[in-house]
């Protein structure tokens, strides 16, 4: 499989890919990894990993989500990668997302405004806390590992995948109504939703209201097929006890969040 090294972006949250992601970048190690990625040319991927914060590792003053180092005995300084531990790679789940920031803006005050799009999924080799920011060696995650394996696996995956598809986006309609208390004429229609059975899957994660570790569980999934029939479970699962429930502030839950450092 393909390795990189590229900058790592801890979060209280799962990027999955297709999906945008905006920043709010005001710690100074992720402002360094910032105007790194700046001097990279616009028309060249931006690239870096956003994986989730194991639940319990979180030890942010500055940020939520965003654990602050302690300052070294004798001194005020931070060192970097303090406040993950001794191993850092333990303080995450070992899979991610790949980002590739199309913007990068720089605010007067030196924080950044960055708006970034998933694009590969990833796993975690190791995590180095020596430079300025995290960085991490990564490898490639197949989507559809059967596919690249054995042709008929893969047609037979695929063809389950679609099928699974289908009763998702069904699924997530009627998610959508109860949760919004909808008509069924507003809904989104079908023609609005994709096709491919992969970008199903990831849209319906990310839109739907649950924590991050069912989401990193989704993100993780090791098929497409896989992910679609644990979404399926969900979906009716949350529906049901969202048929019980008064009604909720669905703009509130649904709106996708800035998410600070």
Known sequence: ????????????AVLFPGLVLPLNVFEERYRAMMRELATTDEDAPRRFVVVAIRDGRESARTGTGMPDAVP????????????????????????????????????????????????????????????????????????NPAAEDDEAEGKSAQEEAAALSEGVLRAFRGYQKRLAGASERSLTT?????????????????????DV???????????????????????????????????LPAIDLTRAPTHPN
């Open 190 to 210: 079908g023609a609005d939703l994709p096709d491919d059975p992969s970008v199903v899957s990831y849209l319906v994660a990310a839109a739907a209201v649950l």
């Open 72 to 143: 070294a005995p004798g001194t005020d300084e931070r060192a970097p990668g303090e406040g993950f531990g001794p191993d850092p790679i333990q303080a995450f789940h070992r899979v991610g997302c790949v980002a590739d920031a199309a913007k990068i803006r720089e605010r007067a005050d030196g924080s950044f405004e960055v708006l970034a799009t998933g694009t590969v999924r990833v796993r975690l080799l190791s995590v180095d806390a020596s430079g300025p920011y995290l960085t991490a060696e990564v490898e490639d995650l197949p989507e």
């Open 1 to 12: 499989m393909t390795t990189a090294r590229l900058p790592l972006f801890p979060l209280n």
């Open 213 to 247: 570790p069912t989401k990193q569980r989704l993100l993780q999934a090791p098929d497409t097929a896989t992910r679609l029939r644990e979404e399926l479970a969900l979906l009716r699962k949350e529906t049901a006890v969202i048929r019980h429930l008064p009604s």
